[in-house]
């Protein structure tokens, strides 16, 4: 057992404190990092061997503590240990333990949801939003998704975007489904005293209806008139009264939108060699934390992740909706919904549609019924909209996307509230331009990156129907 010069503790002054995080320990980089969460606790002779995490990554880091010495601690207990630092046997280092403070304790018997060497369903871990950090899997789960967001920031940063901080207050329900959330202040008086004549006392705040935005498109179709390539990355809301593993109350939306971009096969390849690039950063920089995840939500083990991500290195196929259609009829007698035209494609033929292409696929050229105003006519179709779908494995729809309408005559006719959205009509007036956009839910994209069975469990804080805790 090697002997290496490295005492585990460095202060600098009576103002900051500073330690060197476990993730950063190498036989080569000798710098400590001595404060985290007890993660298991092994009573051999002599010495205990106590494993810590200080949430910088799903390795562990072991401390020996000589019995003479007295110390103890327990699972869960948060610590702060001096001592050495030594290359253990198989060259990995470890903390030879001096003292040993325990900086918060953890009694189990009080409360404490996860026991050690146990694992708990998902239902359960949710029920304890404010301690499932503490569960390796959700940690691992947290920091890919700071990853991701790196990436796609990263991503669109080098392609020469900018973004745009889109309004969480808007006049405007984009989608025009009905699914938006009214808000009002809570205080009764204050709207009194703030109400007009012929507005209505719950819409006295700003003189009309008020939402949360269900989506930041229309304000980024704005701002791409002037700034060209343009995009948000925020939180948006839907009131659904629906319980499925895809929906949430409140949602992260990376919505994209460009200037001069006239046709889907443009659209798709941004969307096709975004997801492939940021999916490659992903892997690259969070591997360990993928494996465990993956691992954990799978009976197989999860895999090797370079099995699980071959599509990176194949083109995604093209669907029009009517070879979607052909495919799914063709195939009814295996699916348990009726296939229609009319009513567009569910969950469960998405997930057909990319089974029997083995791969992500797009889906292009929907009917104009179902699909929102904003939607270019098709120039050879016109009962067809220049729109797609991409549709990926254990998810469905992933991103939705289209040109957009760039017809001042067309839009007027299709516009669902003239009042309210004159300005974005005459977004075809002053200096108008062909734009395409698409949006992709955040939580969505986790799910398929990790395996995930339910997007409540890839973000911090889930919120839906009759569900707001915290």
């Not at 569960?135 to 789960?141: C, D, E, G, I, Q």
């Not at 669109?156 to 006049?171: A, E, K, M």
């Not at 791969?359 to 120039?379: D, G, H, T």
Request: net charge neutral; aromatic share 10%.
């Amino acid at each position: 057992m090697a002997l290496l010069c490295c005492r585990a503790i460095l202060r600098f002054s009576s103002r900051s404190y500073h330690y060197y995080r476990i993730k950063d320990l190498s036989p080569d980089n000798c710098k400590p990092g001595n404060k985290g969460w007890v993660k298991s606790i092994r009573n051999m002779k002599g010495n205990l061997f106590v494993d810590i995490n200080d949430g910088s990554g799903p390795q562990n880091f072991q401390l020996v503590i000589n019995k003479e010495k007295a110390i103890d601690t327990a699972y869960g207990c948060s610590v702060d240990a001096c001592g050495v630092l030594v290359a253990s046997p198989k060259n990995q280092l470890e903390l030879h333990v001096d003292t040993l403070t325990e900086v918060g304790k953890c009694p189990l018997t009080e409360g404490y949801p996860f026991y050690p060497k146990k694992s708990y369903p998902p239902e359960y871990i949710r029920n304890h939003l404010h301690l499932r950090s503490r569960v390796n899997s959700m940690a691992s789960t947290f920091r890919v998704r700071h990853e991701a967001t790196r990436a796609f920031n990263e991503y669109l940063q080098r392609g020469g975007f900018v973004q745009i901080h889109t309004p969480v207050l808007t006049s405007n329900d984009c989608e025009g489904a009905g699914e938006a959330f009214l808000v009002k202040p809570l205080n009764e008086q204050l709207l009194k005293g703030m109400a007009k004549e012929n507005v209505p006392l719950e819409h006295a705040y700003f003189d009309r209806a008020t939402f949360l935005t269900v989506s930041g498109q229309l304000h980024l179709e704005a701002m791409t008139h002037g700034l060209d390539k343009v995009y948000t990355f925020g939180p948006t809301f839907r009131a659904e009264n629906c319980k499925s593993n895809i929906h949430l109350s409140e949602f992260y939306m990376l919505e994209l939108e460009e200037a001069f971009m006239g046709t889907l096969d443009e659209l798709t390849h941004r969307v096709e060699d975004m997801l492939k690039s940021v999916t490659k950063s992903v892997i690259d920089r969070s591997a360990a934390d993928l494996s465990v995840v993956r691992k954990s939500n799978s009976q197989d083990g999860g895999g090797q992740l370079e099995d699980c991500f071959r599509w990176i290195d194949k083109p995604f196929p093209r669907l029009t909706y009517d070879e979607a259609m052909h495919i799914l009829q063709a195939n009814e007698a295996k699916l348990k919904s009726p296939v229609r035209r009319e009513e567009g494609i569910n969950k469960e033929q998405e997930l057909f549609l990319v089974e029997h292409c083995q791969s992500p696929v797009f889906v292009c050229l929907w009917p104009k019924e179902i699909k929102s105003f904003y939607m270019r006519e098709n120039a050879q179709n016109p009962s067809l909209v220049d729109a797609l779908d991409l549709l990926v494995p254990h998810v469905g729809e992933l991103v939705g996307g289209s040109v957009r309408e760039d017809s001042y005559d067309r839009l007027r006719r299709k516009l669902p509230n003239a009042d309210v959205l004159q300005w974005y009509l005459e977004l075809r007036k002053f200096g108008s331009v062909t734009t395409a956009g698409f949006g992709m839910g955040f939580e969505r994209y986790l799910a398929w990156l990790l395996n995930v069975h339910n997007v409540k469990d890839v973000i911090p804080f889930p919120r839906w129907a009759h569900n707001c805790v915290m």
